[in-house]
């Protein structure tokens, strides 16, 4: 692809992502934040949440399957987590994390496990989808600022 | 960088000018905001950094509250604001929030993916500025310099109000305010440390009150009406506003009620916080109050005021001892529960006599006299002092007056001299006792002891006049701090033949001179008067105590023992070194238990053992210069009431020493000292 075509489909993937609910708002504060002292800053921020939040999986998934279950311990690991996936913009993991709560206020064993499994898919997507926006955005070139989602 | 420096230096600046003008000042504030994160999530951190660095603030990330809380503790100024998230794994976010409100005052943001109201709330409650919910957006860091603009007005305002004077607003001010600002700022009541910046303070102010504007001096009877105006309205709902317009003074400003309100709320917080002593604070409190008022009713109420108002005694106590005062003079016997009522009456008898002469002492600075308490006396209040108290007849006041310079001179002078006199009677066994109550507290002022020492030893030249001359040598041994120089005072005593025919050991004043001077520094048992007793001590020390010994000597060495204890406690808390031991708390009765446990002052009759008494007292007795200690010993006894008292009540304030004698020494002191 010629320069032209490259930026277009970064910019194609990048709305999609957008459209397709995978990121929100969050992601465009960071791609603002962006500037030439930090020209991957959003790049480094998307892998620093992976890096972390791939460890932490593990962990709340063995206090899933810990019987019987601590919906607290549970409910604090998710906090965190959510918290981390809000402040990239991961708008469908958020949800997730978000129902995941939900279930385990209500005490519900089944849905916190259900959810949880969503939340994984949804973490795993996003971040190929993710990898593969940076990977074009770079061989792209430096993209133009960051618009806003239609 | 600049800006940071600038912010740096604006926000430690004293003057609420400097600070009104920071913003106008620097066109770049708030760039350069030097701001602390703590968020145990790495990938929040670096998204807070770099929003937080396009904001043009000064960053610094912290993923550990511990960290967090070291790096504050070691930059005390280094920081302007701290944004914390509120679940972190090693601390909970809200208690760092409130570690850092005590420690450092900074504004604390916190942040949380949490928005529910409770946690909100707990934010508010536990004092958060504000509450940001995760994901935080750069719009919402960008307005966080409010909160440290916020809290630096309210602060200069606060500091305002109580007329402080640390913030170098002295001047504008009407010098009462700057006496009460910079005691109620320093927390006077508080620590000994503040009190020595008073003093200093109240120093300058002495020299410079001509030029300032008059003080309102916080008479006895001022005071009360303030009191009483207060518990009317009741202490929460205490406005100065209507406190002013309850007492009714003409002349007397909002402001000047302000200040003084707020320095008698530090007290009372103190209070509530030093002393568990459920007596202490109320009817004990009047108690050992009016005991102390007793005995310093010869003071003057101004003294007290003065005392009070220099925050060196707790608004309280001042208040009690005012009542005292007042009532003291009015009638003798005060209900002093705590306090030995003997000691106390008599000591209400020489004060009588020795208000006459403090009278005037007093009110030609009675906030010198104040002031005086922990801090120095100027050498011309003990003079005056010594005046008063030269007029006063029985005592050796005049010693006293030398010494005295703080009004805790007078007080302890006063004190003494009704020790004195209870000595008289008792002829020494009165003096333990008197020791014990009087002792405690007043100690305070150094030069209670150094005049009480010469009070005692020049009266005591004959030996015989034990009993007055003890007065005036305690007296103005206990003038401790002040006056500690006891200048020329009339210490004589180490020269003053009383010494020698006190205790017949003449060699005795020599070596309690020797003594004493060593000693000189009382500092020890009483923290707050440590710094003032000192210095001064020495000669007087020994002197004195050569000259309680004397006195106390001829009964039995137990007598001198007693006495160089009291006065030992008194003055040599200066001199002593070896008091040093002692520690301040137990100041005031120190001095007392020295007396007792110092049997071996026996010896004392030789000026002598009367040094190793002094020693020994000295070291309890921050007292500057108990140097009449050994003669005086029963006199000192009462002259360490005063002293002990003064210096008790200071340091209850300073250091809320409730346990021991302070929280005794407070309210009723003496009653833990009281060697009976």
């Known amino acids: 692809m010629d320069k032209n075509q490259s930026r277009r489909q970064v910019r194609l993937m990048r709305q999609s992502l957008f459209d397709q609910g995978f990121l929100d708002e969050q992601f465009i504060q960071l791609e603002e934040l962006q500037d030439d002292a930090n020209p991957n800053f959003v790049e480094e921020i998307a892998t620093s949440y992976y890096r972390d939040s791939s460890r932490s999986l593990p962990t709340i998934e063995l206090a899933l399957e810990k019987t019987p279950r601590d919906f607290n311990k549970l409910d604090g690991y998710m906090h965190q987590f959510k918290g981390s996936s809000s402040s990239i913009g991961a708008k469908k993991v958020k949800a997730e994390c978000q129902q995941f709560r939900e279930y385990c206020k209500a005490g519900n064993g089944e849905g916190c496990m259900r959810t949880f499994q969503a939340l994984k898919k949804e973490h795993a997507t996003l971040k190929k989808r993710l990898e593969a926006y940076f990977q074009m955005a770079r061989q792209a070139g430096p993209i133009e600022t960051a618009c806003r989602p239609k | ?676």
């Open chain 2, 1 to 676: 960088m600049n800006l940071s420096n600038g912010m740096g230096s604006m926000s430690t600046a004293s003057s609420s000018g400097a600070w009104k003008s920071a913003d106008v000042v620097s066109d770049q504030f708030p760039a350069g905001l030097r701001v602390l994160v703590v968020d145990d999530d790495p990938t929040c951190l670096m998204i807070l950094e770099k929003m937080l660095r396009t904001c043009l603030y000064e960053v610094t990330k912290c993923n550990r509250a511990e960290i967090a809380l070291e790096l504050l503790r070691e930059n005390k100024n280094g920081f302007d604001i701290v944004i914390s998230d509120v679940h972190m794994p090693d601390m909970d976010g809200f208690k760092l929030l409130e570690r850092v409100g005590l420690e450092m005052d900074l504004p604390v943001i916190m942040m949380s993916a949490d928005d529910g109201k409770s946690v909100v709330m707990k934010g508010v409650t536990h004092g958060a500025c504000d509450y940001l919910i995760k994901p935080v957006r750069i719009e919402a860091l960008k307005n966080i310099w409010q909160h440290v603009v916020r809290k630096k007005k309210n602060e200069w305002k606060d500091v305002e109000q109580s007329g402080s004077v640390e913030e170098g607003d002295r001047q504008p001010k009407p010098s009462e305010d700057a006496d009460y600002s910079s005691s109620a700022n320093e927390g006077t009541w508080k620590n000994s440390k503040r009190r020595k910046d008073e003093e200093e303070e109240a120093d300058e102010r002495d020299d410079s009150s001509t030029l300032k504007k008059p003080r309102v001096v916080w008479s006895v009877e001022l005071h009360q009406q303030f009191v009483g105006a207060v518990n009317q309205l009741g202490i929460d709902k205490a406005v100065p506003k209507k406190i002013l317009e309850l007492m009714n003074v003409p002349g007397l400003t909002r402001e000047n009620v302000a200040s003084h309100l707020q320095k008698y709320r530090l007290y009372l917080r103190r209070l509530s916080g030093v002393s568990q002593h459920p007596s202490n604070l109320n009817n004990s409190f009047l108690s050992p109050q009016e005991a102390s008022f007793g005995a310093m009713s010869s003071l003057n109420g101004l003294d007290l005021q003065t005392l009070a108002v220099t925050g060196q005694l707790p608004a309280q106590s001042l208040a009690t001892l005012q009542a005292g005062l007042g009532r003291s003079t009015a009638k003798s016997g005060m209900p002093m529960p705590l306090v030995d009522q003997r000691n106390l009456f008599s000591f209400e008898n020489p004060k009588l006599r020795f208000a006459e002469g403090q009278q005037h002492l007093s009110s030609s600075k009675p906030m010198n006299l104040l002031h005086g308490i922990p801090t120095n006396m100027e050498a011309k209040q003990l003079a005056n002092l010594h005046q008063s108290a030269q007029s006063l007849g029985g005592v050796n006041m005049q010693v006293n007056a030398h010494g005295v310079q703080n009004s805790a001179l007078l007080m302890q002078m006063s004190q003494p001299q009704s020790r004195g006199q209870i000595l008289n009677e008792t002829s020494g066994t009165h003096v333990p006792r008197l020791s014990s109550s009087m002792g405690q507290p007043i100690l305070s002022n150094g030069i209670p002891s150094g005049v009480l020492g010469r009070n005692g030893i020049a009266d005591n030249g004959r030996g015989a006049g034990y009993n007055p001359v003890q007065q005036n040598s305690s007296m103005l041994n206990f003038p401790l701090n002040n006056s500690s120089e006891l200048p020329g005072n009339n210490f004589t005593l180490g020269s003053t033949p009383g010494m020698s025919s006190l205790t017949s050991k003449g060699a005795f004043p020599e070596d309690v001179n020797c003594e004493i001077k060593r000693s000189s520094g009382f500092g020890p048992s009483y923290g707050i008067y440590n710094e003032l007793h000192q210095h001064k001590s020495n000669d007087w020390d020994l002197q004195n105590v050569g000259l309680t010994f004397d006195a106390s000597q001829h009964t039995n060495t137990m007598h001198g023992s007693l006495d160089s204890s009291v006065l030992v406690h008194q003055g040599f808390s200066s001199s002593q070194r070896s008091a040093q031991s002692r520690n301040p708390s137990t100041v005031g009765k120190a001095m007392f238990s020295i007396g007792e446990g110092t049997h071996h002052v026996n010896v004392q009759n030789n000026g002598q053992h009367l040094n190793s008494l002094i020693v020994d007292n000295t070291v309890r007795v921050k007292a500057e210069r108990v140097p009449d200690a050994s003669s005086q010993t029963s006199f000192f006894q009462e002259q360490f009431g005063q002293e002990d008292l003064m210096s008790a009540l200071l340091k209850q304030q300073q250091e809320g020493i409730g346990a021991t004698e302070n929280e005794f020494d407070f309210d009723g002191y003496s009653l833990d000292n009281i060697p009976v």
